[in-house]
């Protein structure tokens, strides 16, 4: 099974669009965006997977072990923070706009059209 | 000891001095002095660095992580003369920026100045570096920044919507920068745009080398608001503070442009097949500039409109890039200088407005800032400019572009840019007619347009007459356009800056092997025709006079005029509707066009 | 657009994009056989060159030290926007927090979560700082251990004591630190020009490997971003918990 990743890739991917595309709460829309963004942590990881690779840390492991590619730890490391801040922000949006208008639905009070 | 890095991290340390100046009293002047300063000291070191560029590229690798046997393992920043001069060009922004909100904005503690220099860094960074991961480090923190400075008035609904917009829709761009970094990845191995290049280099176009350009360009394309990835600009544009607007339309947007010109030349340009590439990026282009030129026309919320202009303009941009030429590349770079400084100035025009009358509403102010004689002729002067009007920089600019297209045989291309151009500038000129020596009377078609009445207040008090520090910035951009437009060493640079750009092969040499290829010969200098121009000139005050005096949209043939467009205008309308699902929908069917485009193609 | 109108056009570019997305997906290398250059470069290098053992830290701080810079400050640009958005306006009061049900007199926390709060707060605090110092030895680091610093401070709040949190983070000395964190991760690379090499070259003695103070200024590096991370964190979760329990809007006019 070496597409099964990747299909799990596509389906968070497609779950948190639908999710944004169709979200009536603004709250729900950014862990929408969370979990579309949780597929590039899969797809990051997957790329690096070296079967049977332990994790690259050299310490009391044999000479010659098979090691999974830690580049790619690293991006989603940075990808993680980076998704972590921008939910932070978004929260706070919502959070001003719900007492400004009283509502989270993002389709409530519309926006300037045109 | 090399200036590589000092843009940079200049401007992160000196914003984090700057936050930890929070309870210094009276701190509002050094706030402004301190920001002040590091622009300045950012703009030095860019000049230094393109001056230094000119001789030879630049390749700057941090923590001396020198390529191993070839491969590289560290984070390079690549500096050439295109690099170093958008760099330039964004401190030079930044600097106007931070001019024009010298003691009279409305600065919330440190946080403004904080984020003013967080985004100036990234900004830098964006532009500089040479490896795919590290750009879209910077691509994040250029987003953050502007996110939280478009909310800046949080008083009201308009700029709390419009950063929800902004950040989503950004966010799903980052995503599919992610993805497609993720793919170059497990293709070529190596994140440095140089390695990714010369792994390609030679390999059949397969599905997965054309999906990760996609990917990457989707992404970097969302930044540079091309239809229809471009939903978000308006909203948040609009409702930005004046001086995050002039960056936002003077040049982050561009650099989104910039970042898939580099990732084309550098890492896919002998991969895939040039001739369906520039067919589709032309295409995307002339829709965006249309879509862009008639939506600004629309408009009567000043900031709104001039955001429909930037995306008209970028529409140009992506088409005059998309001839992947040299020349032309040379053209966009000089008009993305060209139409970066008229913009920037056009919204500090706009902000002077807000200053005074708390409203950018073209009917609400309509005849009331005659009072404001110098502001209202530059404001003029710019949108003049803003059509190419020689001697400025969009005239150089648009005029290479338009003369290498018909030179490439794409006849149809420069009647269009000139119509765009004419539209953008020509709806500017109306709202300007208008607004400040009352001529006209309010049009039929951007009447019914969304206005949100009133300005949150961006500054303290505003009696009396314009405050002078806002009106310098305003002139300098103006000048400085000039300059882009009239010095041939602009142009020579310019043309260095392209040659350089296009040259993968001695790219490539230098990143990885470290040896210098020799530099691209000059090409001849480039003086493009004026008639042209002053006709589109022309075109702009024609469409400006037909909005404004009594034409076919007041008299008698007003009401079949009006029959006649209120489809499509509503249509359009209807399409821009403000509403994020829908933004993501046609994000995901351009998506979806795109890569089956490539697919079936490359 | 009605919901569904919206529904058509995003099920059919949704249907075009994951095919062609799953197409490219499977023209990868399989799934499990990662023969990328970049990885073993690392793993091959890390020890010789830098003494370190673990590369994941080893790339976050060294190699690509770079990246975390502008990862960092991506987070304290999060902060900074996330306080500028979170301020108290003018329109909105603060007010003392208020039992919602109304039918007790003041916020008593429960013995228990008092108990459980006071004994998790030490125990996690120093998790944290165990995690921050041996980033460049074992799975963790400046990221983590930082995350793990804030939420020992968020049992503070769990235990009912969320003045004592405000407080906290009411005086300067967060916001000082969490600049400090920043501005520290940009001095250290300073610290290789003067020598003429290259900004964030790691000059620090490499020690031996395994040791506490071993990969020259990983460790450093650590601490800094551990310093942003916990601070950062502490102060966006007190604007938040602010934003709820003490700011109250007042009437409209």
Partial sequence: ?114 | MSLAPFPVITALFMAALLAALEQLSSRRRLLDVLSLATAMAVAIFDWQLLDASLAGTIVYWFGDWKPMGGFPVGIAFVIDPASAGLALLSALLTLAALLFSWHHFHAVRTYYHTLMLLFLASLQGFALTGDLFNMFVFFELMGVAAYALTGYKIEESGPLEGALNFAVMNSVAGLMVLLGIALLYALTGGLNLAWAGAALSGKPAGTAVSAAFILLAVGFLTKGAVLPFHFWLPDAHSVAPTPASVLFSGIMVQLGLYAVARIYWVVFSTTLDPDLLRQMLLGFGVATALVGGVMACLQRHLKRLLAYSTVSHSGMMLAGMALLDRRALQGTLLYIAGHGLVKGALFIGTGVLVYHHRSVDEKELHGRCRHLRVTGVLFCVAGLALSGLPPFGTWTGKGIIKETASDLGYQFLPPLLSLCSALTAGAVLRAAGGIFFGLGHSDPFSSSAPATGEEGSETGHSRGPTPRIMLVPLGLLLVASLGVGMLPQVQQVADQAAGRFIDRAAYQALVLQGTPLPLPRPAPQARPGVTVSFVTTAAALVVAALFLGPGPLRGRGRESVKVLLRGPVRLLRRVHSGYIGDYVTWFICGTGIMMALAQFWF | ?253
């Fill in chain 1, 1 to 114: 099974m070496t597409v099964l990743p990747y299909l799990i890739v596509i389906e968070l991917l497609l779950v948190g669009l639908y999710g944004i595309a169709t979200s009536r709460n603004t709250i729900h829309l950014v862990s929408c965006l969370f979990v579309a963004q949780s597929s590039t942590y899969l797809l990051l990881l997957s790329v690096g997977y070296l079967r049977g690779g332990t994790a690259p840390i050299t310490d009391e492991i044999p000479a010659n072990a098979r090691m999974v590619d830690p580049v790619v730890q690293a991006l989603t490391l940075t990808d993680i923070v980076v998704g972590a801040t921008v939910s932070a922000l978004l929260l706070a949006f919502a959070l001003q706009r719900h007492k400004l208008t009283g509502t989270l639905d993002p389709r409530k009070e519309p926006p300037q059209r045109g």
């Fill in chain 3, 1 to 253: 657009m009605s919901s569904k109108l919206r529904h058509f056009p995003f099920v059919l570019g949704t249907l075009v994009f994951a095919g062609f997305l799953l197409r490219a997906l499977c023209a990868l290398p399989p799934f499990g056989e990662y023969r990328g250059a970049y990885g073993p470069a690392i793993l091959s290098t890390m020890e010789p060159l830098r003494h370190a053992q673990q590369a994941v830290a080893s790339i976050t701080f060294d190699y690509r030290g770079f990246d975390t810079l502008g990862e960092e400050f991506i987070l304290f640009a999060a902060v900074a926007g996330g306080l500028l958005l979170l301020r108290r306006q003018e329109s909105e009061a603060a007010h003392d927090p208020v039992d919602q049900s109304g039918d007790r007199g003041g916020i008593e926390p429960a013995p228990a979560v008092l108990g459980l709060g006071v004994l998790m707060f030490p125990f996690t605090l120093l998790l944290g700082i165990y995690v921050v110092l041996h980033g460049h030895l074992t799975p963790g680091g400046g990221f983590q251990g930082g995350v793990l610093l804030a939420t020992a401070f968020y049992y503070v709040y769990l235990s009912g004591e969320y003045h004592d949190l405000l407080g906290m983070s009411r005086g300067h000395i967060v916001s000082h630190l969490e600049a400090a964190g920043a501005a520290g991760y940009v001095i250290i690379g300073l610290l290789a020009l003067p020598a003429g090499l290259h900004y964030l070259h790691n000059l620090l003695p490499l020690g031996d490997k395994g040791n506490l103070l071993s990969a020259g200024t990983l460790p450093l590096l650590n601490i800094t971003v551990g310093t942003e991370v916990a601070s950062a964190f502490l102060l966006l979760i007190a604007a938040f918990l602010r934003q709820v329990l003490v700011i109250r809007r007042e009437k409209k006019p």
